[in-house]
Each structure stands twice: as structure tokens, then as C-alpha cells.
């Protein structure tokens, strides 16, 4: 596990990059409109850590583009923290017909082997490559914050994460606030953007997990969970706030993959504080703005849940 210690104010900045899809070979001019546009980001916001969303690397070569990418974290300073994404590993597959467990591995390997990559493979005996906790303020013992990175695969999580969560976050003293960040949204993204007033946009429906066996559950009665960030779907962008939990996007940062017209690339700024955080979103233009439009919920509840409204 690693610990950072947040700036004097206690203050701690986190930028997200997630569906970046670097490929060595195909649409190259595209690769480095996607370089240009992660190194401007961090030149611009000065994380004090980045963290990756998945779908990093696709394609042929895939040591090369994780090594283009360690390298833009080098040259800002700053260290990243990935995980897998459910096309991460595909080139070991495809190409060398390994199982799919078995290309994602040699994929975490490439992960693990960047100098500036604070990736973990995670507690043995727990399902995935990738399931890892990072601390930040406070001590190593009673930390401000947790963030728990976790490996979706291809669209699911194994009861052995969950109780990995579980197990971790009662560990933790009761004042901690956790962050989670994974691929594929859970189901409960879908209920947000139907359910409760969002901000952001929805472009594309929201492609998700199968099933995540109480994992959104579990969060909601630790108590300490307050945000999860994902990615994968590349035109969403919106958060809401579900049981207590803001359910947020990313801003998929890839020009190698499908986008939208109209809808630029860019990444998710998160800042951390002593009595929270606060989101906004990176254009590739150099922008910076909160979202704060907000949009009524689209379908009325029959039965609310206890503190919701009835729309």
C-alpha cells in the first residue's frame, strides 16, 4: 500500500484519465493528438497524483504504449495509479491465445514493470489483477483517505473483491473517507442517471457491470464511501448522488478510439479536502469548469428509498 501525504492545507489533487486507448501502430497522428492533450493536462493542474480509469493500451506493442504514457508522468513528476480496463490485455489474447485471465496478467506485468506506475497486483486469493488501496493525509495508520482501485474485467465483480472491500474498509478508523475507482460502472450508475437529479451528460447508454454481487451494497454500509469513478463508456460524463454515494464519470481522454463530435476529450480534476472533495472537468483546450447544470431525474419512484424524493 502506498501513502501520500496531501499539502499543508490538507488539500490532495487526483486527476483522472481513463479510456485513453493508446495503440503503437494504428492512427498514429490520433496517438499524439492523445499525448499532447495528457501532457497539457498535467502540465496545467499539477496533480499530486494521477489515476487511470482503464482501457489504456490496445493493439499491437502494448509495452510501448504504457511506456509512453509512464514517460508523460515522469516528465510532469508525478506518479500514476492504473487499472485494468476490459480491452487491457486483448493483444496477449488475440495475438499469443492466452486465456483471458492469463493476457490480463501479462498485462498488470507490463503495469507493474513502469518505473513511475504505483500499480499492485493485490491481496492473493482476491479475484483480478489490480485490486489495491492507496492512502492519503493523515498517517499510514488512521489515513484521511482511502482509494480502492479495483479490476471490473469485462464487465463484473467476483465475491472475493467484495469481501476484500469489506475487509479492508472496517480496517480502516471510522473517520477515513473512501474514493473507489474502476472501470465498468456498476449497475447502480444506471439507477443514478434515472433516479436522481445528475450533472453532466449521458451520450451513450450506460454499458454495465453484469452483475457486481453487493458491492454497491457494501459501500453504502461502510458508511465511509463517497464517490466512485469509472469510465468505459466514452461520451458520459454526468455524476449523481445515489444512498449518500456521488456516482461520477470520467472524461475519456483517447482520440485512437470513438468519440463524439462536438463533445472534446479531456480528464476529471478531484479535489481532496478536510470536510470532502469537489469534481471538475479538463477540456483538451485547457478549460476547467464544475459541472453544475442540473438535470431532474427522468423516471419517478413508486417506492422511494428512505431520505429520497419522489419526482
Known sequence: MR???TREDGSFRICQLTDIHFHSVDRFEEGSMTEALIRKALADTKPDLVVVTGDIAWGAEPEKSIARLDGLCAEAGVLWAPVLGNHDGEFFMESLGLPREDGRKAFADLLSAAPNSI???GEEGVFGNGNYLITAGGTEEAPAWALFLLDSHEGYFHLSQNLWYRRTSAALPPETK???????????YSEAWDYTACKGFCLEPICQTEMNDGLFAAMVRSGKMKGVFVGHDHINDFEGTL??????YGRACGYQTYGMEGYPRGARLIDLAPDGYKTAIYLEGGQIYEQVSIRRAKLARKHPVAGETVR
Open 3 to 5: 501513502h501520500f501525504n
Open 119 to 121: 500499480f499492485e497486483y
Open 178 to 188: 473512501e474514493l473507489a475507482f474502476f472501470h465498468v460502472p456498476f449497475p447502480e
Open 243 to 248: 444512498r449518500g454515494i456521488r456516482l461520477t
